[in-house]
Each structure stands twice: as C-alpha cells, then as structure tokens.
C-alpha cells in the first residue's frame, strides 16, 4: 500500500492533480512556477537529465496507480504534464511573452491532440500517458525555437 500511496503523491505531483477543474492545467502552471523560480537557471543538460528522470518516475508511478485502480489515463496524474511542460520551456528565449506561448502552446497541444501526439496515447499504461505530453512538449519547444528565430 505505501507504494500505492508513494506513486499518488508522485504522480500527482503532491495532490496538485487534485485540485479542481482542469488539473492538467494546474500541473503545467506548477511546472512553469517552479521553471520560473528556479529550473531555468539549471544548465541545459541538468535540466534534460531531470526530465528524463522525471518521466521514468512518471511512468513508473502511472503504472502502479493504473494497476492499481484499473483507470485507463486518470486525470489528476499530472507528472505528464509536468515533463512535457519543463520540454517546452527547454532554452527558451527570455522573456514573459515567450514562457505564455510555451504554456499556452503547450496546453493546447496537450488537449486537442493532433497526430501525432494522439498516436503515443496508444501505448500501454504509463508509457501512452507520459510519452504524448512529452511529444507536446518538443513540439512547443519546436514551435517556439522557430519563432524566436523568426522573429530575431
């Protein structure tokens, strides 16, 4: 049971997943906070060696919670989002318009899921929840690469 306990609160990210409507988006603003305060000080490589790390715990932890509970994607993991943000916050170019279109990017992504990103949901259990955020994620991160050199 504590490794039942231990993936919700992961999974979660510490019951931020619980907050009501939309706690995909709370997981994503969460990840953009804590980006903000202090992850985008991180050299790049740290920063990618820490996504990594968190959606190997993502996918661990979803497939306990899904073993668990015989839920299909529930809705208050929100590790997923988190990973994917942080990937669409990668090197981004400074400024406070730039972190709205990652976030905002990154979320319309994430809910309207155009293929590719569906295609990804189709993998088993914690592998299809983590792996299409984090599609959304390099392709915010393309998208707002692109238009900042666009724009330079």
């Known amino acids: ?8 609160w992961l999974a979660t990210c510490f019951k931020i997943g619980h907050l009501p409507i939309a706690p995909g988006t709370w997981g994503s603003l969460a990840a953009v906070i804590g980006w903000w305060l202090w992850l985008q000080y991180l050299d790049p490589l740290v920063f990618i060696v820490l ?24 809705s208050r993991i929100v590790i997923d989002e988190v990973a994917g943000q942080w990937l669409g916050l990668l090197v981004l170019p400074d400024g406070a318009l ?15 899921k155009p293929w590719p990103i569906r295609q990804l ?17 390099i392709l915010t991160l393309g ?10």
């Open 121 to 137: 949901e189709k993998f088993p259990k914690g592998w299809g929840v983590m792996l299409d955020d984090m599609l959304a994620g």
């Open 51 to 74: 996504i990594i790390t968190i959606f190997i715990i993502g996918v661990f932890a979803t497939n306990i919670i899904i073993d668990h509970t015989g839920e299909k994607d529930p």
């Open 143 to 152: 998208l707002i690469q692109g238009y900042s050199r666009l724009v330079v």
């Open 98 to 112: 730039y972190i709205a279109a990652a976030f905002i990017s990154f979320r319309l992504l994430d809910i309207i």
């Open 1 to 8: 049971m504590l490794r039942v306990e231990l993936s919700e």
